[in-house]
């Protein structure tokens, strides 16, 4: 067995040496949209013009309508399946408003409830792996944040029920409900339904439903249950808040982002945004409404960007199934931006290491668990989207010969 | 002299009712650009189409560059005089800038200093007249609002100086610095000065520069100096956030804004801000680069605001001499978006109410002070840059009767 292993790590140390004599430059980390599928929404710089009639509901030119125009209202309120009187159209950044939200709720609490920051400690539900960014958000604000694994299915049920009810410290939980970030999963509709149906021991308790990849399958489509619809059904739609944005659908540097929630929730956000802000980019949402014309338009647009999608992850599953069996697990996923690999345990580190002196960097290990810390350093995320193919075959060769090479290290060690 | 009033009163009674009867319906309310003035903008809409190169520093269709695209930085940072590294150029509202800034000093602290949260009560200091919307911002915060009295050379800086350098609870000071909202005040350089060389008890104190109409000048141009640039001479630079916006320049509902300060102050906001937003929309950055290429556009193209703005306040001026002279006092402005006029005292209240009722909304009495409290219940601001011009002659002849009407009921009371 170890002779076997030393073979292996020979021949893949070899491997490596040429790999770095390539003096390769890659950058895998970050889930951006390729120049082409950039490049598909480039027709929306020309939907306004100097000669466009600018006035819809008003000026969209001039001061006014915090919560978007109408139009651009009516527009995701069909995509996301909800009431145009359930979604606000804001600026370029989803992040910024969960952000936002979250920080509203430290400093007012929550529809009147006591501020977060006069709670004492609170803690925040975390389905890992999971967003790193999201992550960072309840930690800047001192959560303590609790892991809650994933299934296929969601993040575990059973633990968030029981968390959810017997704790009032816990205010919240982060999911990415469709093609979750990093693994792909998407929430089975019992999953849905029992987040719809949660009683929180915290009347302000929140779920901040990110669901950023809501229109983002690049293989069969897999229908997500409307939390918020769901929640309506429970007499429980206040629980929620739901995020969604252009950003991989149009332009991660100039999208447009809503934000979806009851009626009082709408009405108690919206008063305190009316002390931050006059209104968001109203000419941005204008040009996305005259681009996309329908929620139909919407849809074809995004067969367009699996179109490109589809070839980069078909390669990063062939390259896994050919170099990693045996030596890590992964599940394929139908849409979003990500391939999660879980490594074996203790190489999750050491092969992003590895990968780095090749010149090809991966999101960091941990990067997927609160705190940066991954208990089993064995999680990677892998981001497809961005390198053109021929790049993109490379870096998974150099990571699945790292990922062999620190397998290796670690059991003859 | 009770007859002559009554006789007055009796006069614009009649003249009001005429008034009445042509069923005006006139908003005076908000300093918004006319359409006329939005069209001065409509080439921007040119300057990004479909066959446009969009890579600069990097492709800004793509997420980064948390504090603007370079280019963006660079123009704006030669029209407001400072170092490119003093700047970020960010969404599409500055007052956004500002609410998040004064939301971080209260959660996080300044600098690394305690947070505002944490330090009990504290204060801000509001020169009167002022902006509403600044005044309801320390308030939602839980200020304690301070009236300092405006000169017509800015705050009164003996007050300031005196109050910044006993009391430690004082933590900042909202400015207008270069025609005043509303009073159309220059601060002068005597003001820059002391205001550059403060010795505030508090280290955690700024003061909240809101350049908002550093280039609005409709008159002969007034300079004011540049804070940051003197505060530095007094080696004080980080007492100093400066904010703009091209929201009277391009367009209210979808230009650009900017932070200014030291390098010290950016690095630590940046270092916060990259947990709320990946970054704001490059794409609105970069049409307004190519939209006016040069410091020198943005000047020649003010000037075209100010062909229009000039003939309306004009006529305020003119109405206002020949109407109020007796009643009520006002400064002439040389640019920016406001007429402040001190009615009698007593009488702004019901001013605004007359004029109510006769179809003519002005600002709220009362919404130049804090907790929108005048004490003498005497200033009004009027914003005539939105109506057109004989709306506005007919509006302000229902103000000048209005007021007159107030301040002989008062008299014969």
């Known amino acids: 067995m170890k002779d076997s292993l030393r073979e292996i790590l020979d021949h893949e140390r070899a491997r490596y040496e040429e790999f770095k004599n390539l003096n390769l430059k890659l950058d895998m980390s970050r889930g951006k949209p390729s120049k082409e599928q950039l490049d598909l929404s480039n027709g929306l710089f020309d939907c306004l013009t100097s000669k466009t009639n600018f006035v819809g509901a008003q000026d969209y030119r001039n001061y006014g309508l915090l919560d978007g125009i109408p139009e651009a209202k009516k527009l995701f309120a069909e995509v996301c399946n909800i009431s145009d009187k359930e979604i606000m159209v804001l600026g370029n950044s989803s992040l910024n408003i ?46 303590e944040m609790v892991n809650i694994p994933m299934t296929e299915d969601g993040p575990d049920m059973d633990m968030v029920e029981k968390l959810v009810a017997e704790d009032e410290s816990v205010k919240g939980i982060w999911c990415v409900p469709k093609f979750s970030n990093p693994q792909g999963v ?26 950023a990849y809501m229109v ?17 059904k429970c007499d429980n739609a206040d629980i929620v808040y739901m995020f969604g944005s252009t950003s991989k659908i149009t332009f991660a540097g100039g999208g447009i982002s809503f934000f979806m929630a009851s009626e ?19 000419l941005n949402q204008y040009a996305h409404v005259l681009f996309f014309k329908t929620a139909e338009n919407i849809v074809s647009h995004m067969e367009k960007h699996a179109a490109l999608m589809k070839p980069k992850f078909d390669a990063v599953m062939e390259i896994l199934n050919k170099e990693l069996n045996g030596y890590a697990t992964w599940i394929e996923p139908k ?24 010149g090809v960097i991966f999101t960091g290990a941990g990067a997927t668990y609160p705190y940066k810390k ?7 995320r892998i981001a497809p989207s961005f ?21 290796c290290e670690k059991n003859l060690a």
């Open 98 to 143: 969960m952000y936002d939200n979250l920080q509203r709720a430290m400093q007012f609490g929550v529809n009147g409830g006591v501020p977060f920051n006069k709670q004492g400690k609170l803690k925040w539900l975390c389905p890992v792996p999971g967003y790193d960014r999201h992550f960072a958000i309840t930690e800047l604000f001192g959560f």
């Open 264 to 282: 009082a929730n709408i009405n108690y956000i919206k008063n305190l945004m009316s002390l931050q802000t006059i209104g968001n980019d109203k």
């Open 335 to 358: 849409g979003g931006y990500f391939v999660s690999v879980d490594l074996a345990p203790g190489t999750a580190k050491r092969t992003v290491e590895l990968a780095k002196e090749a």
């Open 216 to 232: 983002h399958a690049f293989r069969e489509d897999i229908e997500l249950l409307n939390l918020l619809n769901e929640a309506k």
């Open 374 to 380: 991954d208990p089993a350093d064995s999680n990677l």
């Open 186 to 211: 998407v929430y089975s509709d019992e999953t849905v339904r029992r987040f719809a149906a949660l009683k929180p021991k915290a009347r302000d308790f929140r779920i901040y439903w990110d669901n």
């Open 387 to 407: 390198p053109p193919i021929n790049e993109l075959i490379t870096a998974m060769e150099v990571f699945c010969c790292a990922a062999k090479i620190a397998y």
